[in-house]
């Protein structure tokens, strides 16, 4: 008898279904690879993936960019189930890092209620009577991802029994969920390190401080930036040369030119975010001061915004970090209070011409 595409789909479907239900295939246990199911069964990659898709919509896989399908735990995670993703502000970074984490766990059949907060420097913590998080905890989610600390260590204390992913550095106190994040003492390390080891001596370094930003977590992990900056020019015995800036352009722009034009100018800045690096470019040109022959710059988060300007940049990767934030969430399921892991993710540096290496 003939056996038709129908039946052949059916086979994976089935067959891949039921070793999972009888526990031939374990939690955590890698399937082959698209191309290697459609050969065993019979049947067109493409047919495949929308079968794998199904199985992924249904809760049984999971997949995981650039590493593959796994099986997932089928007793904690289900169709329909809710995420809820609590953040500061979108932008380059953090928008892809939404839209991958959103896609990947929608695909498992995952549910996702975003909330973010009016300002990029408003604390969460304050928010926490905000409507659209009291729907999400009203939601009974599996787990909430958020980028503020404070936030984290009070749904810790008040929800144990939901997952918590923070994207921060911080030491959180009695806190029992897992921090997923770049490490901002390094990124601060590696790019000083990059202008010392090319010759530069006097060293910029430029963070944000505004008059009540020092207890938000966006703010201490700068602060994580600037003591690994502050590492590396003591390690070269330098004179440290940080400026402050204090939400005032007039003055910001006053400082900076008076640093270009003294009788030892600074040779090098390293600036926190990439936006504010191109300003500093253009404030040098308009001193007559070259870049990168007088002046090399380096800024953090390596996004569009700096390849277009040609900055040598640290990329951060926060792909990376919604990977392992999805894979959390798949693989080990929810309401495991007391399972707390630190995971960071060690910078790369970009080097373009902004620093003349």
Known sequence: MKITVLQKKRELFDDIRNKIQSGELKTGEKLMSTKELAGKYGIAIQTAQRLLSKLVSDGLIFR????????????????????????????????????????????????????????????LLSMRKHPAILQILASNPIAIITRDSDLAAWLSNEFPEIRLICLTGDRIHDFSGDI?????????????RHLIEHGRKRI???????????????????????????????????????????????????????KLKAPKPID????????K?????????????????????????????ANSFQLTSLDLHYDSIAEKCVEIILNSGSRNKGCSRVYKFKPELIIRKSCGC
């Not at 329909?80 to 892809?96: E, K, P």
């Not at 090098?268 to 936006?275: C, E, R």
């Open 64 to 123: 995981t960019p650039g590493k593959g399908t796994f099986i997932a735990n089928k007793k904690t995670i289900q169709k329909g189930d809710v995420v809820g993703l609590v953040m500061t502000c979108r932008g380059d970074i953090w928008g892809d890092f939404t839209a991958r984490v959103s896609r990947e766990l929608q695909n498992a059949g995952i549910n996702i209620m975003y909330v973010e907060a009016d300002s990029a420097t408003e604390n």
């Open 180 to 192: 997923v994040c770049p490490d901002m003492y390094q990124a601060g390390y590696m790019g000083t």
């Open 204 to 258: 910029f370094f430029y963070k944000i401080k505004g008059p009540d930003v020092l207890k938000i977590s966006k703010h201490r992990e700068l602060q994580l930036l600037c003591d690994g900056y502050c590492q590396a020019m003591k390690e070269a015995g330098l004179q440290e040369d940080i400026m402050v800036d204090v939400a005032n352009g007039l003055k910001d722009k006053k400082v900076y030119s008076e």
């Open 268 to 275: 090098a800045i390293f600036v926190n975010f990439d936006f």
């Open 277 to 305: 690096a191109t300003e500093f470019i253009q404030m040098a040109k308009e001193a007559g001061v070259s870049v990168p022959e007088d002046l090399a710059v380096v800024s953090v988060f390596n996004t569009p915004w």
